[in-house]
């Protein structure tokens, strides 16, 4: 048996790596299926949370929002991470929404508060994190927003947020107050048109610049990514719109989901192949000093895959991944000093449960957690040092069909939000 007793996964950041990737790889692997019966969420209760649990505030958490067929509720089931990597679930487990289709959760950067889109219902619903990681409603339960909110955003000063809305093609921006974290429309600009379809959005992490993906074309057949300049007041402008495909990639695609590179100027965009058996691809942009952005020269990189959803870039910043829905699979890459893309070896790995849906990181610790749409569970995976994903123990069921996925790392923060 391997002595884990040294490999202590919540030391504070910058004292864990005397550990490569490898040997965690190696440790996690002999420890986690040794608890592999810990953490099971089948038993999980939906009462009212007692906030006197007794777990240190500096505990990671992570939050994942199921959909339940026929219910009124969505639930919300509550994790920590023991030094193993492993979720073990909160008392009580789970937590419930206002309202059943939930869409996208947000934590913001002080971890006291963690919000959620709800597109049964258009609103965002609201709580606070509580000792020991325990959601509670905030006294203002629930704020409006335009049709189908699939996305929000916390800027990094934590005073303002940003909801797409995808059916009436807008932002919705929100004032965060600082007491109790409760948003309210921004009076300067509660709501701004940006185009049907708008998917998903990214803001950098000096908080001047948000870009937006649209996977609806505009008028004349176009798909766009629209750049924004963003005030001190937390307004939006619009300082550039581009066609989502480039000179070196002239296919029409559906620009789907972006993200931004955590220490450089870079941008990636996933867009969706629209045509049967046209590869996916993914393109690379750089962010010049006034936020808009230019290929970078080698972009984009294509990959064949069905039903892919879900892009995200480790907190490193040195691997993207993209979750596969169709062929319940994971994509991997890694981004090279030029920002340009290569694929892994293998490009891909099977998910350990069906339909991956999103991915969050555990920051520093090489470990990375995807809710499994039809299967019901949370999977967790191993970072190697090469960018590979390696499934640790069993997947950790879930009350329903996982939607969304946010974690907060601990310390409280940096935040890696899905």
Same mark, same amino acid.
Do not use: W
């Given at each position: 048996?391997?002595?884990?007793?040294?490999?202590?996964?919540?030391?504070?950041?910058?004292?864990?790596?005397?550990?490569?990737?490898? =040997?965690?790889?190696?440790?996690?692997? &002999?420890?986690?299926?040794?608890?592999?019966?810990?953490?099971?969420?089948?038993?999980?209760?939906?009462?009212?949370?007692?906030?006197?649990? !007794?777990?240190?505030?500096?505990?990671?958490?992570?939050?994942?929002?199921?959909?339940?067929?026929?219910?009124?509720?969505?639930?919300?089931?509550?994790?920590?991470?023991?030094?193993?990597?492993?979720?073990?679930?909160?008392?009580?487990?789970?937590?419930?929404?206002?309202?059943?289709?939930?869409?996208?959760? &947000?934590?913001?950067?002080?971890?006291?508060?963690?919000?959620?889109? $709800?597109?049964?219902?258009?609103?965002?619903?609201?709580?606070? #994190?509580?000792?020991?990681?325990?959601?509670?409603?905030? /006294?203002?339960?629930?704020?409006?927003?335009?049709?189908?909110?699939?996305?929000?955003? #916390?800027?990094?000063?934590?005073?303002?947020?940003?909801?797409?809305?995808?059916? /009436?093609?807008?932002?919705?921006?929100?004032?965060?107050?600082?007491?109790?974290?409760?948003?309210?429309?921004?009076?300067?600009?509660?709501?701004?048109?940006?185009?049907?379809?708008?998917?998903?959005?990214?803001?950098?992490?000096?908080?001047?610049?948000?870009?937006?993906?649209? $996977?609806?074309?505009?008028?004349?057949?176009?798909?766009? @990514?629209?750049?924004?300049?963003?005030?001190?007041? !937390? =307004?939006?402008?619009?300082?550039?719109?581009?066609?989502?495909?480039?000179?070196?990639?002239?296919?029409?695609?559906?620009?789907?989901?972006?993200?931004?590179?955590?220490?450089?100027?870079?941008?990636?965009?996933?867009?969706?192949?629209?045509?049967?058996?046209?590869?996916?691809?993914?393109?690379?942009?750089? #962010?010049?000093?006034?936020?808009?952005?230019?290929?970078?020269?080698?972009?984009? @990189?294509?990959?064949?895959?069905?039903?892919?959803?879900?892009?995200?870039?480790?907190?490193?910043?040195?691997?993207?991944?993209?979750?596969?829905?169709?062929?319940?699979?994971?994509?991997?890459?890694?981004?090279?000093?030029?920002?340009?893309?290569?694929?892994?070896?293998?490009?891909?790995?099977?998910?350990?449960?069906?339909?991956?849906?999103?991915?969050?990181?555990?920051?520093?610790?090489?470990?990375?957690?995807?809710?499994?749409? =039809?299967?019901?569970?949370?999977?967790?995976?191993?970072?190697?040092?090469?960018?590979?994903?390696?499934?640790?123990?069993?997947?950790?069921?879930?009350?329903?069909?996982? $939607?969304?996925?946010?974690?907060?790392?601990?310390?409280?923060?940096?935040?890696?939000?899905?």
């Amino acid at each position: 048996m391997v002595d884990t007793s040294t490999f202590n996964l919540s030391s504070p950041p910058g004292n864990e790596h005397s550990l490569t990737r490898r =040997t965690l790889l190696m440790t996690l692997s &002999a420890s986690s299926l040794s608890l592999a019966g810990c953490g099971g969420g089948s038993g999980a209760t939906t009462e009212e949370p007692n906030s006197n649990l !007794g777990f240190n505030n500096g505990l990671p958490y992570v939050y994942v929002a199921n959909t339940i067929s026929g219910a009124a509720n969505a639930t919300i089931s509550m994790f920590t991470i023991n030094n193993s990597g492993v979720l073990i679930p909160l008392t009580p487990a789970s937590v419930r929404a206002p309202s059943n289709g939930i869409y996208s959760m &947000a934590i913001n950067p002080a971890g006291t508060n963690l919000y959620m889109t $709800c597109v049964a219902t258009n609103c965002v619903a609201m709580f606070s #994190i509580g000792e020991g990681g325990v959601l509670f409603p905030l /006294s203002t339960r629930t704020v409006a927003t335009d049709i189908y909110p699939n996305n929000i955003k #916390i800027h990094p000063s934590g005073k303002f947020a940003y909801v797409t809305n995808s059916s /009436s093609g807008t932002i919705s921006l929100y004032l965060i107050s600082q007491g109790e974290g409760v948003l309210s429309p921004l009076l300067a600009c509660p709501s701004l048109a940006v185009g049907k379809g708008v998917n998903a959005m990214a803001i950098n992490t000096v908080g001047n610049f948000a870009y937006t993906v649209n $996977c609806t074309p505009d008028a004349n057949g176009i798909f766009t @990514i629209t750049t924004f300049s963003i005030g001190g007041d !937390g =307004t939006l402008r619009t300082c550039q719109i581009i066609n989502a495909a480039t000179m070196s990639d002239p296919i029409v695609r559906m620009p789907f989901s972006i993200v931004l590179h955590p220490n450089k100027n870079l941008a990636y965009v996933l867009n969706r192949a629209i045509r049967t058996m046209e590869p996916n691809t993914i393109a690379a942009y750089n #962010i010049g000093s006034d936020g808009t952005l230019s290929p970078v020269n080698t972009s984009p @990189i294509s990959f064949i895959e069905t039903a892919t959803f879900d892009m995200q870039i480790d907190d490193t910043g040195s691997y993207i991944y993209v979750m596969n829905r169709g062929t319940s699979t994971i994509s991997m890459f890694s981004i090279g000093t030029d920002g340009s893309l290569s694929a892994l070896n293998p490009a891909s790995v099977p998910a350990t449960g069906t339909q991956p849906t999103a991915m969050v990181f555990y920051a520093g610790r090489s470990l990375a957690y995807v809710p499994n749409r =039809t299967t019901s569970t949370i999977s967790t995976y191993a970072i190697g040092n090469d960018g590979q994903l390696t499934g640790l123990a069993n997947p950790i069921k879930t009350l329903g069909t996982p $939607c969304a996925i946010a974690i907060r790392n601990a310390p409280a923060g940096p935040l890696i939000i899905s």
